[in-house]
């Protein structure tokens, strides 16, 4: 069966160090996987896109990597901030299923002082 | 402010009872989403619609029917509502191709007693 699956427990960490989440799949060929932001009580919000043939993506303090061959996605954010403290996402498109995404759970980041 | 527009924010319902959930996104984009989020269970796609005209089941259709009612706007109702619909229901919209990330409402909490 088609899994993606994020690391269930929160990840603490400090102000200013980087903080790397994890995105797993099995059993999708996906054409491009994306990475959002949910605060609680909000909807989720898109951060970053990476395509099947994009090893890495970078947006000001955000880095995505993509290895289709581990089947694996990480997201780094650097320099972390109280204010980064939330629950990232990840979700992926099968090729030919056009733009119907598929999410994780999610991880809950928390960045202390 | 430009997005995605969900409506009633919360609702509390009796087991039997029906009610229509509206979305209305003013980006112009082509494809929109119904979702529902649960704990631990992450976002399941109910229905969704690519394009103005067309309408196709998501992951967890059944006791939903959706209606895409002009390019703006994509409803979802519950006929005959029952306690296993209590959840966070979210709206998004994105364009269609799958390149583009989806834009979140800010969702409809609902509890079905």
């Known amino acids: 069966s088609q899994k993606i699956e994020q690391n269930s427990e929160a990840l603490n960490i400090q102000e200013g160090k980087t903080a790397t989440l994890t995105c797993n799949y099995t059993n999708y060929s996906p054409a491009y996987l994306q990475w959002y932001r949910q605060d609680p009580g909000r909807g989720p919000v898109f951060l970053l896109l990476i395509r099947e043939n994009e090893k890495e993506k970078r947006k000001e303090r955000l880095k995505v990597t993509f290895d289709t061959t581990l089947k694996q996605s990480l997201f780094h954010i650097t320099a972390s901030q109280p204010a980064d403290s939330a629950t990232y996402l990840c979700a992926l498109a099968n090729t030919g299923t056009a733009s119907k995404l598929t999410f994780g759970t999610g991880t809950r980041l928390q960045v202390t002082l | 402010n430009a997005g995605v527009t969900q409506t009633p924010k919360f609702q509390v319902l009796k087991t039997g009872q029906s009610m229509t959930l509206q979305c209305a996104q003013d980006m112009n984009h082509n494809s929109m989403y119904w979702y529902r989020q649960d704990p631990g269970m992450g976002l399941r796609l109910i229905y969704y619609s690519a394009s103005e005209g067309t309408t196709d089941k998501g992951e967890v259709p059944n006791g939903y029917n959706v209606s895409r009612l002009n390019k703006r706007e994509f409803s979802l109702r519950l006929e005959s509502a029952a306690p296993s619909q209590t959840s966070v229901y979210f709206c998004?919209?994105?364009?269609?191709?799958?390149?583009?990330?989806?834009?979140f409402g800010s969702g409809t909490r609902l509890t079905v007693v």
């Open positions: 998004a919209s994105s364009e269609w191709g799958g390149d583009y990330g989806y834009t």
